[in-house]
């Protein structure tokens, strides 16, 4: 690999990595650490899976299939490709992702340097900067991945590296299971909501390949999978030194407290008094490299859906007011009300990637996929319809005889029966399918 292909690369990973780190990205690790104790190996495991590698086969994914999602989605149909894209970027964007991450700027970062500090304004600043530096989608990978990832990992590395070199406590108190130390970080990585965003990125990232000269499909591949790479590992690295902070902390859990507590408690006494507003900017990054990257995902989505009756500067002005909007709402109220679609559009999504990915260029029959992903969304919205006191407790009954209902994962084992059944049942009616396209 030339020197222009590794600093392609590295640019382009630098910038994915920045994309999935928010600041829920930051929050999440030590908490695990603090519960797992003596076993945060097996917690960060578990998270890397859902958080980590599952985002980077959703980026395989579209990759596989074209260049959006919506060639992702086609493999199912093409009509409900477009109906859960609409679904998706909402959730990712204006709706909950983009006001979060304005949210969560002003209650972790801004108020923890001024406590009086008006929400509104924050909001506003937040929205301003965002809109700067996303009204251009063709210079939006090199703005993050150039300029605002290496000041991000800059400051993670150091709190990292001094936090492991001097650990603030050898005793790491609690001795979570092995097995419950897994699954807690395996749960914990669909918060993340990383999956979702990375059948979205895949599309800025593929966009960004091509302009820098990488046309061909295998030159696409490779250059995707080399920033991929990148950006995992730099996922896996804070991502598992974040976690040992959090084992090492000796805090006390004897009280209730907030994951930004803990997360400011390592800060300060990891990098003295200027460890808070280290922490302040730091979760600033990390959620101002997502929303822009954000932002430039639902202009580009809603501008070619709309074959550019609305243009891409319009939907980027809209986003960005109404998030700023919904974002003095604060992060409390916007999980809430985003968890319900959330919870049907997820498992959708991720079973569509998942199935993709592993079958994809074995199996050339549309039937299997659409009765996979028919499957989990039979469950979806069996989940939605409880959750609104709909059939509730037959719904919970149904599926407490599901495999991994446990594990939030009562989709799996239905969508692959049904992959299966469908696959046969095709290929008694279709000797000679037509290849998917």
């Known amino acids: 690999m030339n020197s222009k292909k590794i600093s392609d690369s590295v640019t382009i990973g630098f910038a994915l990595f920045a994309m999935f780190f928010g600041a829920g990205n930051l929050l999440l690790p030590p908490t695990l650490g603090l519960n797992a104790g003596v076993n945060w190996i097996a917690s960060i495991s578990g998270f890397s899976l859902t958080a980590i590698l599952a985002p980077f086969l959703g980026i395989l994914a579209v990759l596989f299939s074209g260049e959006t999602f919506t060639d992702l989605g086609a493999r199912i149909n093409k009509y409900f490709a477009v109906i859960l894209a609409i679904v998706i970027m909402l959730s990712i964007g204006p709706l909950v992702a983009i006001p979060r991450t304005a949210a969560t700027t002003f209650e972790v970062g801004v108020v923890a340097l001024v406590p009086d500090f008006s929400p509104i304004i924050s909001s506003i600043i937040f929205f301003a900067i965002t809109l700067l530096l996303s009204i ?190 919904l974002a003095v709402k604060g992060v409390d109220e916007i999980i809430e009300y985003a968890s319900t679609f959330l919870a049907v559009v997820y498992p959708i999504t991720l079973a569509m990637v998942l199935y993709i990915v592993l079958f994809g260029k074995i199996v050339f029959r549309k039937a299997p996929f659409i009765g996979a992903v028919g499957a989990t969304s039979v469950i979806a919205l069996l989940e939605f319809a409880a959750r609104f006191n709909f059939q509730k407790e037959n719904i919970a009954l149904f599926k407490s005889w599901i495999p991994l209902q446990q594990y939030d994962l009562a989709w799996v084992v239905p969508s692959f029966v049904c992959f299966v059944l469908f696959y046969l049942v095709d290929l008694l009616l279709f000797p000679q399918p037509k290849k998917v396209e």
């Open 136 to 325: 251009s989608p063709s210079k939006v990978v090199d703005i993050i991945g150039k300029f605002l990832t290496p000041l991000l990992l800059l400051i993670l590395v150091v709190l990292v590296a001094m936090g492991v070199w001097n650990p603030l406590s050898t005793d790491l108190g609690t001795d979570t299971p092995v097995g419950e130390a897994f699954i807690n970080g395996f749960r914990e990585g669909y918060q993340t909501m990383d999956v979702l965003a990375s059948v979205i990125f895949a599309s800025i990232i593929i966009l960004a390949a091509k302009a820098k000269g990488y046309v061909t499909i295998s030159e696409k591949t490779k250059i995707t999978m080399a920033a991929g790479m990148i950006a995992m590992f730099c996922l896996l690295f804070i991502y598992g030194g974040l976690v040992y902070l959090g084992a090492t902390s000796g805090y006390d859990t004897s009280t209730d407290y907030k994951r930004s507590d803990l997360l400011l408690h390592i800060s300060q006494n990891i990098l003295g008094t200027s460890g808070t507003a280290a922490l302040s900017l730091c979760v600033a990054l990390a959620c101002l490299t997502t929303a822009i990257a954000l932002t430039c995902a639902v202009g580009t989505f809603f501008s070619g859906l709309t074959k550019g009756l609305l243009s891409y500067r319009v939907v980027v002005i809209a986003t960005c007011i109404s998030s700023s909007v």
